[in-house]
């Protein structure tokens, strides 16, 4: 079994920052790419970060300038620091990571998500 389990979420003033964390546990042998997707309410999920097992990293045009995706291989964990936060931000926030467990198949897994807000 793999778990992804996001924390960090919740309610901040626009121009506030919040980092988001996402751990992954059980049963992995290797992780790949890991990004943070999300959701507003009526719009489809869509990619906001991702980030490679060798550090690259990418963004959606919208957030580039404000947010930073990391990761830590040793502890399994990606993060998703964001600065400068609009109310156009506000979304349920997905982890997404691609995994390969100990029977070596490959497969995508996501988080239960985490509600961003920001409003004033």
């Known amino acids: 079994q793999v778990q992804l389990v996001e924390s960090g979420g919740g309610l901040v003033q626009p121009g506030g920052s919040l980092r988001l964390s996402c751990a992954t546990s059980?049963?992995?042998?290797?992780?790949?790419?890991m990004g943070w997707y999300r959701q507003a309410p009526g719009k489809e999920r869509e990619l906001v970060a991702a980030?490679?097992?060798?550090?690259?990293?990418n963004y959606a045009d919208s957030v580039k300038g404000r947010f930073t995706i990391s990761r830590d291989n040793a502890k399994n964990t990606v993060y998703l620091q964001m600065n400068s936060l609009k109310p156009e931000d506000t979304a349920v926030y997905y982890c997404?990571?691609?995994?390969?467990?100990?029977?070596?198949?490959?497969?995508?897994?996501w988080g239960q998500g985490t509600q961003v807000t920001v409003s004033s």
């Open positions: 997404n990571a691609d995994i390969m467990g100990w029977s070596f198949v490959r497969r995508d897994y």
């Open positions: 059980g049963s992995i042998f290797s992780i790949g790419d």
């Open positions: 980030i490679t097992s060798g550090g690259s990293t």
